[in-house]
């Protein structure tokens, strides 16, 4: 069984910074990889970005590309999102999941999610 648990989140206003962290409790494999994915209010999941776990090799999201990190704590099983320059539309639920497998994008690729975390970012 795994469990991922998060931390992080709250309410700030744009421009701001938020990291958050999701560690992962239970079995990982080397070719695992993390993802984190978000969801407005009234919109569909969509991807955030993801890291291998060995690698370290990332993809974001064109809507987050350089101003969101993803890096991950290999030590400490944990995986992290920097977000800065915060916008009023990164507003959303994030959540992080744990595949068994190559780097995604694709939801239904991953195994094990975590509970949703919110986000809200006011302009």
């Known amino acids: 069984q795994v469990q991922l648990v998060k931390s992080g989140g709250g309410l700030v206003q744009a421009g701001d910074s938020l990291r958050l962290s999701c560690a992962v409790f239970?079995?990982?494999?080397?070719?695992?990889?993390m993802g984190w994915f978000r969801q407005a209010p009234g919109k569909e999941r969509e991807f955030v970005s993801t890291?291998?776990?060995?690698?370290?090799?990332?993809v974001y999201a064109d809507s987050v590309k350089g101003r969101f990190t993803i890096s991950r704590d290999n030590a400490k099983n944990t995986v992290y999102l920097q977000m800065n320059s915060l916008k009023p539309e990164d507003t959303a639920v994030y959540y992080c999941?744990?595949?068994?497998?190559?780097?995604?994008?694709?939801?239904?690729?991953?195994?094990?999610w975590g509970q949703g975390t919110q986000v809200t970012v006011s302009s």
């Open positions: 999941a744990v595949r068994y497998g190559r780097t995604s994008a694709y939801s239904h690729d991953y195994n094990y």
């Open positions: 239970g079995r990982t494999f080397s070719s695992s990889t």
């Open positions: 890291i291998s776990w060995s690698f370290g090799s990332t």
